[in-house]
């Protein structure tokens, strides 16, 4: 049977799909076991471990504080995200060159960032935000078995919620020092729920594993937040994709919306 | 964006002032550190798990209390260069994340510091692969370092020997090492992160075969008399077979486990066919 579903890979997926059922044992609707955990990291300044079935990462936030480098910055961001897919998680990526993956997740997360709605606030290193934290967030992929979007979201916001920042203090103009036993959190508005999905042929499976990613013709990832509001819907695929599927795809994320909230929420309390 | 404003180095002002006290205290006597709830050739705990990245042919996760480093084996797998009929290829890459130190800043390139570590783990372990039985191959070793609380190298070699093992090369024996922070009148057996930087130190590495009673790495930087090292040598060898008792062990403990999972296995398979 190995041999089978090495040689004939599409053949052997399609023997398991037309019987509703997956070769992991899952049904095409099934999402494998999740978890979240925060506080790991004691060096960051906020972390969240998050595993998916195998797939796992890891999210770590560093702080910086630096002067804004121009005025009026209402578009300006100080959240930076990068993901990084090194060969640890898998001999698919090398060390020597970034993958282009990889840099196309961090754009999406980056634009994720925004609709968190922070508050300008929150970054203020004193009182009236002249000084300004800037947090970068950094994602590491330590195994890579398929649905790294879902992980990477979901870490993302997890470490968000984890942040604590000391207390900034100036002195003579130019001397900043923080007080860390003053702590405080981030002020964040919304959520973020992701469900990916990949289509092989006419079948639409919930939370791809690496192979069925490798196998299938389509890709969706659809991010919502708890208002039921579309924060990042991406497909990518050679087929175009209907309406149905669109709708069935919602509802299948808006079930699970509860238990990810639940998820996340709990991880914060440890 | 990044690197477009000035950054600062910041630091509470009590904790500078107590810093400053020290150091005077210093010029006069010897550096005066005390370890929480251990004696100075007490370990910290260790947790130990291999096999847990589904990706990799081997991996290694290790936990020395804080520090926390994961390690992955690729291979060994075919060279994609055409190459004589030679010995394995024997890489070795270290990575430290960006949030590993809150001190040390670390890019997404690899720097100096992680170039010459990647190298001294990779000259630790070298000898104890048996590369000539896996020619025209290549077997990578890629180590990440997520939280840095002191004794990375030791983390590392471990995690490393372990993650070999796992993926089932075969080796004389697995490399177990110890390292040790010398002041001028005490030996810290697997310092912390505070216990590397104090000034005026000197850092120790041995790593070894147990079994086969052979040295494969001495790693020693700062003065220090030849007596003091001889001392601080002999007492890393004896930290070393104390890290390999618990690598052995759990080299074992995860074997059964495995053995165990796959008779379940086995016996979900006769389930079904009946």
């Not at chain 1, 036993?181 to 992701?194: A, D, G, T, V």
């Not at chain 1, 791809?208 to 990613?213: F, K, L, M």
């Not at chain 2, 797998?77 to 270290?94: D, M, P």
Request: proline share 3%; with cysteine.
């Amino acid at each position: 049977m190995e041999a089978f579903q090495k040689i004939h890979p599409l053949e052997f997926y399609r023997k398991f799909l037309q019987r509703s059922v997956r070769p992991d044992g899952r049904s095409l609707n099934d999402i494998r076991k999740t978890s979240i955990s925060t506080g790991a990291i004691t060096t960051a300044c906020g972390s969240s471990f998050v595993k998916i079935g195998n797939t796992s990462v890891i999210c770590g936030i560093r702080s910086e504080v630096g002067i804004p480098s121009f005025e009026n910055t209402d578009q300006q961001t100080n959240i930076f995200v990068n993901l990084e897919l090194g060969p640890i998680c898998s001999n698919i990526y090398s060390s020597t060159k970034p993958s282009e993956q990889a840099m196309s997740l961090s754009s999406k997360l980056n634009s994720l960032v925004k609709r968190l709605d922070i508050p300008k606030e929150d970054f203020y290193f004193d009182q009236e935000g002249k000084v300004l934290w800037y947090l970068y967030v950094d994602i590491y992929c330590l195994d890579y078995d398929g649905n790294i979007m879902d992980a990477s979201i979901l870490a993302l916001i997890s470490s968000l919620k984890n942040v604590k920042l000391p207390r900034g203090i100036i002195e003579n103009t130019n001397e900043y020092y923080k007080d860390t036993e003053q702590l405080r959190s981030l002020q964040i508005n919304h959520y973020l729920f992701p469900l990916s999905f990949s289509i092989i042929e006419d079948f639409i499976l919930s939370d791809p594993s690496n192979q069925e990613e490798q196998l299938s013709t389509s890709n969706l990832t659809i991010t919502l937040n708890e208002n039921f509001e579309i924060c990042l819907l991406s497909y990518s695929g050679i087929k175009p994709i209907s309406e149905t599927i669109l709708q069935e795809s919602f509802e299948k994320l808006k079930n699970r919306i509860e238990y990810l909230k639940s998820l996340i929420d709990s991880a914060q309390e440890h | 964006m990044r690197g477009s404003f000035r950054l600062f180095y910041i630091q509470k002002k009590k904790e500078q002032q107590k810093n400053e006290q020290n150091e005077n205290k210093n010029n006069n006597n010897s550096i005066d550190i005390q370890r929480n709830n251990r004696s100075d050739e007490q370990f910290r705990q260790i947790f130990l798990k291999s096999g847990i990245v589904s990706q990799a042919s081997g991996s290694c996760y290790i936990e020395i209390e804080k520090t926390k480093v994961l390690c992955s084996v690729h291979g060994p797998r075919a060279s994609h260069k055409t190459e004589e009929f030679v010995a394995a290829k024997f890489n070795c890459e270290l990575k430290y994340t960006t949030f590993s130190s809150s001190v040390d800043k670390y890019d997404y390139t690899e720097n100096n510091k992680e170039k010459d570590q990647s190298l001294i783990i990779r000259e630790a372990l070298i000898g104890s692969v048996r590369l000539e039985k896996y020619p025209k191959t290549v077997i990578d070793i890629y180590i990440l370092v997520l939280n840095d609380d002191g004794n990375v190298m030791v983390a590392s070699i471990t995690a490393a020997s372990m993650a070999l093992a796992d993926a089932g090369v075969e080796m004389y024996d697995m490399v177990a090492s110890c390292s040790s922070v010398c002041t001028k009148d005490r030996i810290l057996l697997d310092p912390s992160y505070q216990e590397e930087s104090l000034p005026n130190t000197t850092n120790i590495l041995v790593a070894k075969m147990p079994a086969l009673n052979q040295v494969t790495q001495l790693v020693q930087s700062g003065d220090l008399s030849y007596n003091t090292v001889i001392e601080a040598v002999d007492l890393n060898i004896d930290g070393c077979d104390k890290i390999y008792s618990i690598m052995k062990q759990n080299l074992i403990d995860s074997l059964e486990k495995q053995l165990k999972d796959k008779d379940n296995n086995n016996n979900n398979n006769n389930m079904d066919i009946k």
